[in-house]
């Protein structure tokens, strides 16, 4: 698959970011840069950048003398990043729905309609859809720094969406969960949408836990 684009280096990313966070890329093996490149029809320079960049937002870590890896898909990374999750992502969109206007109220039901038609096998999408959902219900905060840390945690998160939405009900409650969010938030009920949201958080890792415990079994 060749990639002709003006930003080559930001295609690269977005394409090894997906393959990343749908498990596509084995973990505790060195990427062969090499072949990676000649697949994608680029440069290594184009894929070093994203390498790099890839590396910032905590998807993948650089060895000495041995290369990138694709950190391991475990119980230990869910627990953290969804512990940071909860004690900061509620909180901000609860804030965030004091400061909504028209405008984010459309971008967020745009993207909850989008989330909601991706269909069962369409793993390649949902994650990112997931994402898009909860960072608009954040966004209207307007405070960049707050965001972007949010924004990596759900990205990071995305490994562990299609995991958990895996055994059957899990989207039909997402859905429940996620309308309902979405309509406290849009009526600017600030506490109750900072509650919603750290249950549906916290059920999320308590489900994550279960999961892990029986593969472990």
């Given at each position: ?33 090499d072949a990676l490149a000649k697949e994608l029809g680029v440069s290594k320079i184009p894929l070093r950048e994203a390498f790099a960049r890839l590396e910032r937002d905590g998807l993948l870590q650089s060895i ?54 991706a269909g069962p096998n369409d793993k390649s999408v949902v994650g990112s859809l997931n994402r898009d959902f909860h960072m608009s219900l954040v966004r209207p905060l307007r405070q960049q720094t707050t965001i ?70």
């Open positions: 698959m060749s990639i002709i684009a003006k930003t080559l280096s930001e295609q690269v990313y977005m394409l090894v970011r997906d393959r990343i966070l749908l498990n596509e890329l084995p973990a505790n093996h060195p990427i062969r840069q000495t003398n041995r290369g990138f890896f694709v950190y391991p898909f475990s119980a230990t990374e869910a627990e953290e990043v969804y512990a940071l999750r909860l004690k900061i992502e509620p909180e901000a969109v609860g804030r965030a729905a004091l400061k909504v206007t028209d405008e984010d109220k459309k971008k967020a039901l745009a993207a909850l309609h989008a989330l909601d038609k972007s840390i949010i924004e990596r945690l759900n990205m990071i998160a995305e490994r562990y969406v299609h995991k958990h939405l895996e055994p059957a009900g899990r989207r039909k409650r997402a859905k429940k969960e996620h309308t309902e969010m979405f309509e406290a938030w849009s009526a600017g009920q600030s506490k109750v949408v900072e509650n919603m949201v750290y249950d549906h958080i916290a059920t999320t890792l308590d489900d994550l836990r279960g999961q892990f415990d029986s593969d472990n079994a």
